[in-house]
């Protein structure tokens, strides 16, 4: 069974920077997107930043500007570069994976943000 691996997460300063990575726990094939979600304590689950592998972005508008989100397809591997943290973005942040053939999503198990001071 294939697992997402996370791992990036942790406590920073407000204004401080963050970069989570995560990478399947074996080789997948047909992967399209990939991305990054994340739910705050009594919030439902929203997303963050998603990167088809044609390398098109899409970001929350929370995080435009702040937020940075890569692949290395060669290691279907997932990044986000987060800069400029502010507490709203305490959250788990959790990876997603989505193939093809056959159409399937994954998802991590999570990762806690901590944005304090």
Do not use: H
Request: overall charge positive.
């Amino acid at each position: 069974q294939v697992q997402l691996v996370e791992s990036g997460g942790g406590l920073v300063q407000p204004g401080g920077s963050l970069r989570l990575s995560c990478a399947p726990s074996r080789s997948i094939f047909s992967i399209n997107a990939m991305g990054w979600y994340r739910q705050a304590p009594g919030k439902q689950r929203e997303l963050v930043a998603t990167i088809t592998s044609g390398a098109s972005t899409n970001y929350a508008d929370s995080v435009k500007g702040r937020f940075t989100i890569s692949r290395d397809n060669a290691k279907n591997t997932v990044y986000l570069q987060m800069n400029s943290l502010k507490p709203d973005d305490t959250a788990v942040y959790y990876c997603y994976l989505g193939t093809t053939m056959p159409p399937r999503a994954y998802w991590g198990q999570g990762t806690q943000v901590t944005v304090s001071s």
